[in-house]
């Protein structure tokens, strides 16, 4: 069992919906991760926070807003999402920030499917 | 600029063949690390192996292999004797740098047929 847990695992909304994606780690690291992932593309980074503080924002548009409420738990808001925006996110920690030899572990993710 | 090459796209095998997995990563870094990551069916990115850019010691697990040569940037990983529950996207992906930014590659999606 992966040790990062995502909620929902399935997640239909329309474009007017707001929802929220959760993650929740309970291995002490430090640094966790949001993804984004294309149908038969690799990962992309959306989100970086280090500390509980937002470290790197890849341009992400607003309609996304991350939240880290503590160093176990990440979410990311979701509000007037545009149908391209249906994907697998993956959330995911590693030990620490500046520490990139840490592998990233990663929960199971979340499927949207915007409508 | 950092580039990481994943050229092989799809790679299908009979089972028991071996298999080998191709990732080259150009950079001007001197250090940095590299990851082999694995995507089953399932979707969850399961950790395989991490190498840094001074350690070109060969490592086997099991059956699993990699094989590390700086002077070509080649990070390869060979499965032998393969298994259906192989089957699934492999990525390559490096990381430099203070924010341990992980940067993956196209991935290959290896069918292993029974």
């Known amino acids: 069992d992966t040790e990062v847990t995502q909620t929902p695992k399935h997640l239909v909304m329309g474009m007017t919906n707001k929802k929220s994606l959760k993650c929740e780690q309970h291995?002490?690291?430090?640094?966790m991760y949001w993804y984004k992932q294309k149908a038969k593309k690799p990962p992309e980074l959306m989100f970086v926070?280090?500390?509980?503080?937002?470290?790197i924002n890849e341009s992400v548009p607003s309609r996304f807003s991350p939240e880290c409420p503590n160093s176990s738990l990440l979410n990311l808001h979701l509000h007037a999402l545009q149908p391209e925006d249906s994907a697998l996110y993956l959330c995911?920690?590693?030990?620490?920030?500046?520490?990139?030899?840490?592998?990233?572990?990663f929960g199971n993710g979340t499927r949207l499917t915007v409508t | 600029a950092q580039k990481v090459t994943q050229a092989q796209t799809e790679i299908s095998v009979v089972e028991k063949e071996d298999v080998t997995l191709d990732c080259v990563y150009e950079?001007?870094?001197?250090?940095?690390?590299l990851f082999w990551y694995k995507q089953p069916p399932s979707g969850e990115l399961v950790f395989l192996i991490r190498?840094?850019?001074?350690?070109?010691q060969n490592e086997i697990s099991g059956r699993y292999s990699w094989n590390f040569q700086k002077s070509t940037s080649s990070f390869n990983f060979t499965i032998t004797a393969s298994q259906v529950v192989d089957s699934a996207v492999y990525f390559c992906?490096?990381?430099?740098?203070?924010?341990?930014?992980?940067?993956f590659g196209k991935g290959i999606t290896l069918s292993v047929r029974p």
């Open positions: 995911a920690s590693s030990q620490g920030p500046g520490s990139y030899n840490s592998p990233l572990h």
């Open positions: 291995m002490g690291h430090r640094a």
């Open positions: 926070y280090s500390y509980e503080k937002l470290s």
């Open positions: 950079t001007r870094d001197t250090t940095y690390y």
């Open positions: 190498r840094n850019s001074f350690d070109e």
């Open positions: 992906a490096p990381s430099s740098g203070a924010n341990s930014k992980l940067t």
